[in-house]
């Protein structure tokens, strides 16, 4: 009997937690429908750029759903830098060179898939034709942990970084600590300001760590330059910095805080760049459009994969600062319950 006292007293306290039910019953039905609508898309729709490609091959690839736009070699070079193709196939003489964009592990591979099964539907009416392969990015040698790891890498310190300011600040209130802070001189800002500076302190640290880590250890690709990985993950740390401050607010306790997780980080890994989204509705995919991972990992492979810098990262750049800069502005606001000054 006593036992299902106990029983009964845990019940009654989840059903006063709403939130808590809401995450028990909800969150697993929200994480699964996002998987199916991921896998359960259509196929990858491949676009290659063509260049002096005789027409039986060009038609050879529309039977098979490839989109084939015929252009200029230097449109189509325009065209693949821009990630407006996935490939480029240029016939000169006898002989077929495909320049692929090298990035996207499923771009490339289905590329691939409907080139061999092109050229094997006219091999019983044409000379045999053997593809010379080029890369724009990467090379045959691109291990897929090289390709997801920039979303690997801007997740794992978007998830620490916004837990830990999370917890850390839930723990300061919950223990009367940002009360006290709060009846002293201090302005609201310069209490925001001041958690933001020392977390940010810490934060530079475990990037710097892990980064160093990543590249140097664990031989992740790096095609572009390490101080601007070094800004991109710098700055998506302090966009997930002040947004967990900013959440914390709706936090009574640490545990309250973690329940975000299903409904800030598992979004965003789906989101992000770590499946591929062409497969999946156009109005699902503008999801990812609101994410921060989505642009710190954008400005990751570019640097990491692409060799990119400055002209190619700086849009992703701006979104994430504005972010922060917006999060830091409402938590100055919302330290208004605790005293308006």
Same mark, same amino acid.
């Given at each position: 009997?006593?036992?299902?006292?106990?029983?009964?007293?845990?019940?009654?306290?989840?059903?006063?937690?709403?939130?808590?039910?809401?995450?028990?019953?909800?969150?697993?039905?929200?994480?699964?429908? =996002?998987?199916? +609508?991921?896998?359960?898309?259509? /196929?990858? *729709?491949? #676009?290659?750029?063509?260049? %002096?490609? /005789?027409?039986?091959?060009?038609?050879?690839?529309? %039977?098979?759903?490839?989109?084939?736009?015929?252009?200029?070699?230097?449109?189509?070079?325009?065209?693949?830098?821009?990630?407006?193709? !996935?490939?480029?196939?240029?016939?000169?003489?006898?002989?077929?060179?495909?320049?692929?964009?090298?990035?996207?592990?499923?771009?490339?591979?289905?590329?691939?898939?409907?080139?061999?099964?092109?050229?094997?539907?006219?091999?019983?009416?044409?000379? /045999? &034709?053997? *593809?010379? &392969?080029?890369?724009? #990015?990467?090379?045959?040698?691109?291990?897929?942990? !090289?390709? $997801?790891?920039?979303?690997?890498?801007?997740?794992?310190?978007?998830?620490?970084? $916004? +837990?830990?300011?999370?917890?850390?600040?839930?723990?300061?209130?919950?223990?009367?600590?940002?009360?006290?802070?709060?009846?002293?001189?201090?302005?609201?800002?310069?209490?925001?300001?001041?958690?933001?500076?020392?977390?940010?302190?810490? +934060?530079?640290?475990?990037?710097?760590?892990?980064?160093?880590?990543?590249?140097?250890?664990?031989?992740?690709? =790096?095609?572009?330059?390490?101080?601007?990985?070094?800004?991109?993950?710098?700055?998506?740390?302090?966009? @997930?910095?002040?947004?967990?401050?900013? =959440?914390?607010?709706?936090?009574?306790?640490?545990?309250?805080?973690?329940?975000?997780?299903?409904?800030?980080?598992?979004?965003?890994?789906?989101?992000?760049?770590?499946?591929?989204?062409?497969?999946?509705?156009?109005?699902?995919?503008?999801?990812?459009?609101?994410?921060?991972?989505?642009?710190?990992?954008? @400005? +990751?492979?570019?640097?990491? &994969?692409?060799?990119?810098?400055?002209?190619?990262?700086? *849009? %992703?750049?701006?979104? =994430?600062?504005?972010?922060?800069?917006?999060?830091? &502005?409402? %938590?100055?606001?919302?330290?208004?319950?605790?005293?308006?000054?």
């Amino acid at each position: 009997m006593r036992t299902i006292a106990v029983a009964r007293r845990i019940l009654q306290q989840l059903r006063r937690d709403r939130r808590t039910v809401a995450m028990i019953l909800l969150a697993p039905i929200l994480i699964l429908s =996002l998987v199916w +609508m991921i896998f359960d898309g259509d /196929p990858y *729709p491949t #676009h290659v750029a063509v260049v %002096n490609v /005789p027409p039986p091959l060009i038609n050879a690839l529309k %039977n098979l759903g490839v989109e084939v736009v015929a252009a200029s070699a230097a449109e189509a070079d325009a065209l693949i830098r821009v990630d407006e193709v !996935d490939a480029v196939l240029t016939f000169s003489g006898s002989s077929l060179m495909v320049l692929l964009e090298g990035s996207k592990p499923l771009a490339r591979q289905s590329v691939m898939i409907a080139l061999q099964q092109a050229v094997g539907a006219l091999a019983p009416v044409s000379s /045999p &034709i053997t *593809p010379e &392969i080029a890369f724009l #990015h990467g090379d045959l040698d691109l291990a897929p942990f !090289d390709s $997801f790891g920039p979303v690997l890498l801007g997740l794992i310190v978007f998830m620490f970084t $916004f +837990m830990i300011s999370g917890i850390s600040f839930v723990r300061e209130r919950t223990s009367g600590t940002l009360e006290r802070m709060m009846a002293t001189p201090l302005r609201r800002w310069e209490v925001v300001l001041g958690y933001v500076l020392a977390f940010l302190v810490v +934060m530079a640290v475990q990037v710097v760590l892990i980064t160093s880590v990543s590249v140097f250890l664990l031989e992740m690709m =790096l095609a572009g330059s390490f101080v601007w990985l070094l800004v991109i993950t710098m700055l998506l740390a302090a966009t @997930a910095l002040t947004l967990g401050m900013l =959440l914390s607010a709706a936090a009574r306790t640490e545990f309250q805080m973690i329940q975000f997780i299903p409904l800030v980080i598992i979004p965003q890994v789906f989101f992000s760049g770590l499946f591929p989204l062409e497969t999946i509705d156009p109005w699902l995919r503008g999801i990812g459009t609101v994410f921060p991972l989505t642009y710190g990992a954008e @400005a +990751m492979r570019e640097v990491m &994969i692409r060799g990119g810098g400055w002209a190619e990262i700086w *849009p %992703n750049l701006a979104f =994430l600062g504005v972010l922060s800069l917006g999060f830091l &502005i409402i %938590n100055i606001f919302a330290l208004k319950k605790y005293r308006k000054l």
